[in-house]
C-alpha cells in the first residue's frame, strides 16, 4: 500500500501543477474596457484618458479602451467576450442583460449634481421661435441612437405622453450617432430639433462648441438613471473585486461630459427597472432594436 501511495505522488503532484498552470492561464492579461460613443471617438478616448490611467495603475495591468460606432457594436463586443467591462447607456444595458452575460456593478457620480442621474432635453435654436413642442409640428427631429436612453426612448415616451408620435408628427426623423452630433445640427441649423442629455448639452458650452444663448429647451425629462459600469458576469471574481475597488478609488476626476467626478458608487441591475418599465410603455421590443 506504501509503494501505491508513492507511486501516485508524482502523480497527483504534475496534475495538481497543471491545475494552477491552467488557472494562471487563464488570468486576463489585459482588461478591456467598451465606452459608448456620447462623443466623437477621438474626444471619447481624450476624455476618458484619467479614468482609464488610474485604472491601469491600480490594477497594475494594461486597459485597453474600446469604441464602437454605436452602441450595438459595444453589445457584440461583449457578448462574443472581446470586452471585460464597459460603459452603457440605461437602455443599451438594459438591452445587453438580454443578449450578453453582463451585470450592472458601478455608476458615475457627478460633482456638479451630487446625484448618479441625469435628464433628457429637447433643444432648438432660439431663433426659431418654436417655444414649445406643438410648435414642432412638420419640422424635422434629431435623435441619437435606437437604444439611447436620453437620446431617443425617454423622449419618445415623453412625447407619446402628450400625443406625438415621433414618426408621424415630424416631416422627418434623423438619428445623428452621438448627443454632439445632434447639438450640432440644431446649432448648424441642420434639424429643428434634438433630443440629447443635460449633461452633454453642458459640456459642448463649457467648451465654448456652442452658446447657452443660441438655444431653447422644449422638454425636460424626469431623471433617468446615470449609464452604468458593467462588467461579463463570467470574469474572475477576484478580479471583479479588484475592478471595483479600483473604480470606487477613482476621484476628482474629469470624464467627458460628466466633468469632474466624486466617485463611482456601486449600482446593481435593479436600479435600471425603471428603464425596463418605460420599454414596457414604449411597447419596445428591445432585442429588434439590435
Not at 414596457?280 to 432585442?287: E, T
Request: hydrophobic content about 45%.
Amino acid at each position: 500500500m506504501k509503494r501505491l501511495s508513492a507511486l501516485f505522488r508524482p502523480l497527483a503532484l504534475c496534475l495538481s501543477l497543471i491545475s494552477a498552470s491552467s488557472a494562471f492561464a487563464a488570468q486576463p492579461q489585459q482588461l478591456t474596457v467598451g465606452l459608448i460613443p456620447a462623443e466623437d471617438s477621438q474626444a471619447m478616448l481624450e476624455n476618458s484618458k484619467k479614468v482609464i490611467d488610474s485604472l491601469q495603475e491600480q490594477l497594475g495591468m494594461p486597459v485597453k479602451p474600446f469604441i464602437a460606432t454605436d452602441y450595438n457594436g459595444i453589445i457584440e463586443a461583449l457578448r462574443s467576450k472581446k470586452l471585460d467591462v464597459a460603459y452603457l447607456g440605461p437602455f443599451s444595458y438594459v438591452l445587453a442583460t438580454s443578449i450578453a452575460n453582463v451585470e450592472a456593478f458601478s455608476v458615475a457620480e457627478t460633482r456638479k449634481t451630487g446625484k448618479s442621474a441625469y435628464k433628457s432635453l429637447i433643444i432648438v435654436r432660439k431663433d426659431s421661435g418654436i417655444e414649445t413642442v406643438p410648435q414642432l409640428k412638420g419640422r424635422t427631429m434629431a435623435f441619437v441612437d435606437p437604444s439611447s436612453a436620453s437620446g431617443h426612448l425617454f423622449p419618445t415616451a415623453g412625447l407619446q405622453k402628450q400625443g406625438v408620435e415621433p414618426n408621424k408628427y415630424f416631416s422627418r426623423v434623423i438619428f445623428s450617432g452621438s448627443h454632439d452630433a445632434s447639438i450640432l445640427a440644431v446649432a448648424n441649423k441642420k434639424v429643428d430639433a434634438a433630443a440629447v442629455a443635460d449633461r452633454i448639452l453642458a459640456a459642448a458650452i463649457a467648451k465654448g462648441v456652442v452658446k447657452q444663448s443660441d438655444f431653447n429647451i422644449v422638454w425636460t425629462s424626469p431623471d433617468i438613471p446615470e449609464s452604468p459600469m458593467v462588467w461579463r458576469k463570467d470574469l474572475d471574481p477576484e478580479l471583479k473585486k479588484k475592478v471595483a475597488a479600483a473604480f470606487a478609488n477613482i476621484k476628482n476626476v474629469e470624464w467627458g461630459d460628466q466633468g469632474v467626478l466624486n466617485g463611482f458608487v456601486p449600482t446593481n441591475d435593479a436600479a435600471y427597472n425603471v428603464v425596463r418599465d418605460t420599454a414596457k410603455i414604449l411597447n419596445l421590443d428591445l432585442k429588434a432594436m439590435k
